[in-house]
Each structure stands twice: as C-alpha cells, then as structure tokens.
C-alpha cells in the first residue's frame, strides 16, 4: 500500500505520522501559533525531527462555525509558507488542507505534494478533475454541509453504513476522474455528535472494506476534551488513548498536533506486530 508523493513512494503498511501546521489566526487549538515565518520554520523543524513522515498545512479553520476565508486570502496565508518550506526543507512532504481546486493548483505548483480534502471534492466541482490532472494523492474527507453548518446536520440512521456509501461513490467519482492514490478520513467532529464520534472509531476497522489507505484525525478535538471535561490544551493524554485504538482498528495515517507522541504510539503498535 504505497503513495506515491513527488516521485517519492511511501509505503502505508507501516502506518505514518502527519503532523498539523495551521497558519490561521483561529485554529481550535493552536491558532496564531505559527503566524510568522520564523515561528513555522522552527514548528516544522521540530516535526520532522520527531518523525513526522507529512507536513499537513492549513490556511482556513475548518472548526465549527469558522468564519469564511477568501480564496485570496487562503492563498496569501499558504504560498509563502509552502516556498520558505520547500527552500529550508526540500525533502519534506508537505500536505495542503484545502477544498478549493484553485489553491491546490497554486501549492502544488509551489512545491506541496498531497491534497487534504475536508469535503471530499463536493465544495469545489473542479477539484477531483484538478487532482487528477496534478497527479498527487488525494485524502477525502467525510462531512455534510460545510464548516459553518456541519454542526446542524449530524443526523443519521446507521452512519457508519452511510459514511461508508459516502466514500464508495466519492472514490468512484474520483476514480473516474484519473485520481490514482486516495486516502480516506472519517472526518471525526464533522458533522458528527460526540457519541456518533466514538461510534465510528469503535467501528473504525469497518472502512477496511473500502481497501484504501485510512487516515485518522482525533488530536484534541472536543470527542477527546468534553468527554474528559477538560480543554484542548490537556487533551493530549486523551489524544494518544485515542491514536492507539485507532492504529489497532487500521488507521494507516494519524493527524497530530503532537508528532513525537503518536511516533510513540505507532513504535509501540509495532511491537505487538513483531513474530
């Protein structure tokens, strides 16, 4: 099970780290963190030394009533990011979360290696044709409606059933487009309530059947830090409790904040693989 990223093949049957660089003033958890280059340049460093194998970076806050960013603004938050990055780390694989077929041209086009899709190519009818034609892997993501009314629309009647004919028509879709390597994100807290959440991670090794790499993206999110009655900020332990039984449940990609704790949690998956 490989990807194959700028010439590079990554092979996802060992699973992989991902770590998160929001270049947004409104992030859940760590926006206006990384709002200077100096700042970005020193969180990526620091990523990559700990074993993240993907720099995932976002240039628009997909939280739950995030307010609208322009295209052009989105554009004028990413592309200086991803050219100081691809200048100070060539080798780096830098992942850009973005819905709009427009930016992921332009950061593609920068340097960028992968495009992460919150809506699964359903916000933007040219972004499965775009991705097809930029030949870079694609990861989709599960959500109804869009980040400012996702939230009103978690109704289901089986979801994990749903989520996985979500997926069949959407790989089918970008299949038919030329997309090559594509990656599956259930999309935990989009359009989902907290115990539908924990419903799709105990069924998690479910999506197995869709015989696609399985991305996995619970760091600190509130399924985590309201069920503990906590905040973000203490949600780590809970965040690896959550990383391991996802990599258990076949999670081939985790989602991070914090990458040296999830690289810690797949070297000790790994161990209860060894014969």
């Known amino acids: 099970m490989t990807i194959n990223c700028s010439g590079k093949l990554i092979d996802l049957s060992s699973p992989k780290v991902m770590g998160i660089l929001n270049v947004t003033p409104n992030s859940f958890f760590d926006g206006g963190k990384h709002s200077d280059l100096k700042a970005i340049l020193s969180q990526v460093e620091k990523m ?3 074993g993240a194998t993907f720099i995932d970076i976002g240039g628009y806050s997909s939280k739950p009533s995030a307010e609208f960013v322009s295209e052009e603004e989105e554009l004028e938050r990413l592309l200086p990011v991803v050219q100081q990055i691809v200048r100070e ?9 973005t819905f709009r077929s427009k930016v992921a041209q332009a950061t593609i086009e920068n340097g960028a290696a992968i495009i992460n899709d919150i809506s699964a190519g359903k916000l933007d009818d040219t972004m499965l044709q775009t991705v097809a034609q930029l030949q870079v892997p694609y990861i989709m993501m599960h959500m109804k409606g869009t980040p400012q009314t996702m939230q009103s629309m978690a109704q289901y009647e089986n979801i994990v059933k749903e989520m996985v004919f979500y997926f069949s028509e959407r790989v089918a879709q970008a299949r038919s487009h030329g997309i090559n390597d594509i990656i599956i994100d259930p999309g935990f807290g989009f359009a989902k309530t907290i115990p539908q959440n924990f419903e799709v991670l105990k069924k998690l090794e479910l999506f197995q059947m869709l015989e696609l790499p399985l991305l996995a993206g619970v760091s600190r999110k509130s399924m985590i830090y309201k069920t503990l009655e906590t905040t973000p900020e203490f949600a780590l332990n809970g965040t690896t409790s959550l990383n391991t039984i996802a990599l258990l449940k076949g999670a081939t990609i985790l989602r991070v904040h914090d990458v040296k704790e999830a690289v810690e949690c797949v070297t ?4 209860l693989n060894i014969k």
Do not use: K, R, V
């Not at 780390?89 to 979360?97: G, M, N, Q, R, V």
């Not at 000790?268 to 161990?271: E, G, I, T, V």
């Open 48 to 50: 990559l030394s700990e």
């Open 268 to 271: 000790l998956y790994h161990q």
């Open 89 to 97: 780390f060539p080798t780096a694989i830098l992942s850009i979360d």
